[in-house]
C-alpha cells in the first residue's frame, strides 16, 4: 500500500483550489496559490499556468484565469485513508464529535475495507488506568456543549467541582480544549467572566463538571491565545543533559516529540543539553517520564524541579529497599 504520492502535495492542492473556481483573477490566483501552497510556489506554478501548451486544464486570457473542467476537482479516498478513518470511528472518544447516525452512515460507506488497527493491537503502560469515560451520555453533552461554545465564542454556565473539592460555579466563556494522552483525559481552558469582563484564566476538567447551561451571549473579543499560553506554560524550563548512551538523546527526542525544546549536541562528546517547555499542570507528568530514563539524564535546573525529581527517586529507593527486605524476611 502506497504511504505518499505527489498527488496529494500542496502544489496539486493549490491547482485543485484554483481550478474548484470557474474564473479568477490573476492576482488573486496567486495569492491562492501561496496561501494553498508555499509563499514562493507561485513563481513556478504560474508561469505553467500563463503557457497555454503546458497545463492544457486551464485558459489564461485577459488577465485572468478560467477553468476549462465541467466539474470541480475531486479526490476521493485512499484505501490507505478509509482504512485509517475505520480505526478512528471504532475510537469511543469519536463519540464526542458525532452523532451515532453520522457514524453509522459513515461507516456503512466504509465496509469494504478493514480498519488499520485495533485497540486491542496495542499495550498501553505509560498511561493513568483512570481516565475519563467517553461513553457516558453527560460527558458527550458536556463535551459538545463546550465545543459549540469554543467554535461561537459562547458564554456558559458550569458548575463544578475543583480538584480541591470545592464546589464553583461561574460563568466562563471557553477557549481551548485539550486532551492528554498521559492521563486520557479531556480538559478546557476557559475565562471566568464577571460583570461582563474577563478576570481570570481557568482550567476545568470534563470529568469535574457537574453541570452546564448555555446561555444566549456571545462574547465579543477573540480569544488571546498569547495570554491563555503564559497562562498555561512553566514560568522556566528544565535543563537538563541527556547522554549519549542506550540511545538516550533519540529516545528523548521522540518522547518529546510535542513539546516545545531547544536542543544542542556537543560533538565531541556527544552530550545534548536541553530546554524543555511544557505546561505548568503537566509537571508531575514530565516528571514521570524523564524519571524512566535513568541516568541517561541529568537535570540541572531550576531548582525547584530539580528537588522534586530527587525526592522522587528518593522514595523508588527507599520503597525498593523495603521490598528487599520484606522478600528477605519471607525467605527466612
Known sequence: MELFSEIYSAYYSAVSALLSHKSVKHHDAAELIRKKAFSESDFFIMPKLEDENSWRFIKYKDNEFVSVLKNKPF??????????????????????????????????????????????????????????????ENYINHFRTVLEAVKNQRIIEVDFTSGKGMHITHLFVPFMIEFSAKNNKFRFFAAQIKNNRTVKIVTINFSRINSLRKTDSIYPQKADMKRISAYKRCSEPVRLKIFPKRNGVERFMLEFASYEKHTEIDENTGICTALLYFDKQDETEILIRLL?????????????????????????????????????????
Open 292 to 332: 524512566s530514563f535513568g541516568p541517561v539524564i541529568k537535570i540541572e535546573a531550576p531548582q525547584d524541579f530539580l528537588d522534586k525529581f530527587t525526592e522522587r527517586i528518593s522514595k523508588q529507593k527507599k520503597l525498593l529497599l523495603d521490598n528487599k527486605y520484606q522478600k528477605f524476611r519471607s525467605d527466612c
Open 75 to 136: 479526490m476521493p479516498l485512499t484505501i490507505l485513508e478509509k482504512s485509517w478513518l475505520k480505526a478512528v470511528l471504532n475510537d469511543e472518544k469519536s463519540r464526542l464529535f458525532l452523532d451515532n447516525d453520522d457514524i453509522q452512515k459513515i461507516q456503512s460507506k466504509l465496509d469494504d475495507v478493514n480498519p488499520l488497527y485495533k485497540k486491542s493491537h496495542f499495550n498501553y503502560f505509560d498511561i493513568y488506568k483512570d481516565g475519563d469515560n467517553f461513553t457516558d
